[in-house]
């Protein structure tokens, strides 16, 4: 009934994305800050204008959850990117770390585990440098 009504509408499978990350920024908002970050820089010559792509770094952390069930939500037809906000996943979390400059140069992911003690078998088969 509903979504033969509505064709643009489909289900899809929804990534899970707690709501504080939803709320963080648009692109139009972190390169808004980043471009405030570069002027205040140039302005008080802490840096020169031809090497400011190696001095300008962004870093990042991304939450992954260890136990996920995945629904299906509404969505419009096409749509790249579906996601499901959440108030958070209710599971074991682990911090992934990364950071890049304005030139394309890249840091090693840095890993955050919960607990006391760091198992070797947590390093294996990673990425190189983390």
């Known amino acids: 009934g509903f979504q033969k009504r509505f064709l ?15 709320l963080a920024g648009s692109e ?9 970050v570069q002027d205040l820089l140039l302005s008080l010559k802490i840096i020169d204008a031809h090497d400011l792509g190696d001095r300008l770094w962004n870093c990042d952390e991304s939450e992954v959850c260890t ?14 990117w579906v996601h499901e906000t959440t ?3 209710g599971c074991e979390i682990t911090t992934i770390h990364i950071g890049g400059s304005a030139s394309g140069r890249r840091l090693p992911p840095f890993v955050v585990y919960k607990g006391k003690h760091l198992y070797s078998s947590w390093t294996k088969r990673g990425p190189e440098g983390a």
């Open 67 to 80: 136990f996920v069930v995945s629904r299906t939500v509404l969505a419009q037809r096409g749509a790249k």
């Open 8 to 22: 643009q509408l489909v289900d899809r499978k929804a990534q899970h994305l707690p709501k504080h990350r939803a």
């Open 87 to 89: 108030g958070g996943c």
């Open 28 to 36: 139009a908002v972190i390169r808004g800050f980043l471009t405030k």
